[in-house]
């Protein structure tokens, strides 16, 4: 089988988009399910090859530093050099141009097209378009989403309660739940007293860590004004925040009204096989209040490091915080929460008994299996009978 992926973002650009792209194209491989994946090219930025990437030209994005656009005309050009009998089906990963593109081109092909719903955008508009009432950037949000769903013969959901929104939209496309797996290379053990050299932190002090996309919707701004109570009970907690963003410096700027420039430190981007396993491992605790996650893969990357977490559970990451999952789940309020974090600092045999439950809970989630999952949906979905109905 040959699938042709389609994507708005991709390596260079670290977010969750990406590593799920990535994690299924290798374990798809070794289930002879061949991808190939159309992506932006990031002009000016390192891009390793890769077999079966096909780089598109792209434009920047106004006000994201991050994100490209794909140049429609170079994107047609790219996929008029794809033959239809190449390949048994589409898969868009992303709901931008390259949904659009991916549709067009499944209908001309006749080919069955799947769509992974990746971003529970009804959270976001707020953050991006705040001079949109709430209310109104909710319905527009769902409306768009139902209106894209209904061009799939199916949707993959990361996450049983993102399937359950999804379906409260009222869509009645089918909706597989196929989460992101982790790969075995992500229990490799990190280094935590690399991560504290390679950064310049002192020895002797415990980090409380955030690693993700530097953004609005994550919540972070609640984690530093948390953090003002973690530091009245441990003060020797420094707090490290790794990722970038449209939201860094905004919180640069609440760090330092906060009194807290020498206990915050920024991390910036950090290499998923060097020094990101690195900084997990450096993490006293691992800190999480993100409202939007379709799935939250990082918490279980903290988890196959051995790191204690304190969370909130919304959307995506109910599914993932279980429990004797290796965490802490904590409502949305900084009183609960800084207490819980303080525990962890405090407390050695409650830290160990986490880190030890949650090596083995992140096992089960393995890429292979997910893997397995989706070339299964691909079968499903590329029977002639469901293929000739459908790509009229």
């Known amino acids: 089988m040959r699938v042709l992926f389609i994507s708005d973002v991709y390596f260079p650009r670290v977010n969750g988009v990406s590593t799920s792209i990535r994690t299924f194209r290798e374990d798809l491989t070794r289930r002879g399910v061949e991808t190939v994946l159309i992506a932006p090219e990031y002009e000016g930025q390192l891009q390793a090859a890769e077999q079966g990437l096909i780089r598109v030209p792209a434009g920047r994005v106004p006000k994201d530093p991050e994100d490209r656009r794909l140049r429609w005309r170079a994107l047609g050009r790219a996929l008029g050099a794809l033959r239809a009998t190449d390949f ?138 948390t953090f003002v109570r973690v530091r009245e009970a441990e003060p020797r907690a420094m707090l490290v925040i790794a990722g970038e963003g449209p939201a860094r410096e905004s919180l640069r700027r609440l760090v330092a009204g906060l009194g807290l420039a020498g206990d915050v430190h920024f991390a910036g981007y950090l290499d998923r096989d060097t020094t990101l396993l690195d900084c997990y491992a450096a993490a006293a605790v691992f800190v999480f209040a993100s409202r939007t996650e379709t799935q939250g893969l990082v918490l279980l990357e903290a988890m196959a490091q051995g790191a204690p977490i304190v969370s909130t559970a919304e959307l995506g990451t109910r599914s993932i915080l279980l429990p004797d999952c290796g965490a802490l789940v904590v409502e949305e309020r900084s009183g609960p929460f800084a207490a819980a974090v303080v525990r962890v600092l405090t407390e050695p045999g409650l830290a160990s008994t986490l880190s030890q439950q949650g090596r083995p809970y992140a096992r089960a989630w393995s890429s292979a299996a997910m893997a397995a999952r989706l070339a299964d949906l691909y079968r499903s979905v590329t029977e002639p009978a469901n293929t000739v109905a459908r790509c009229a």
Do not use: M
């Open 88 to 225: 048994d089906l589409v898969h868009i990963q992303t709901p931008f141009v390259a949904h659009y593109a991916g549709i067009r081109l499944a209908r001309k092909w006749r080919l069955p097209c799947v769509e992974t719903y990746h971003t529970f955008f009804e959270e976001y508009v707020h953050h991006y378009v705040p001079a949109l009432p709430r209310v109104v950037g909710r319905a527009l949000a769902r409306a768009v989403t139902r209106s894209q769903c209904r061009d799939v013969q199916a949707l993959i959901a990361p996450s049983e309660p993102l399937r359950q929104s999804l379906l409260e939209y009222g869509i009645s496309t089918p909706v597989h739940v196929v989460p992101t797996g982790l790969p075995a290379d992500r229990f490799t053990p990190g280094d935590g007293r690399r991560f504290r050299q390679h950064a310049g932190l002192p020895p002797d002090r415990p980090l409380v860590t955030y690693i993700g996309r530097v953004a609005h919707e994550k919540n972070i701004e609640f984690l530093v004004r």
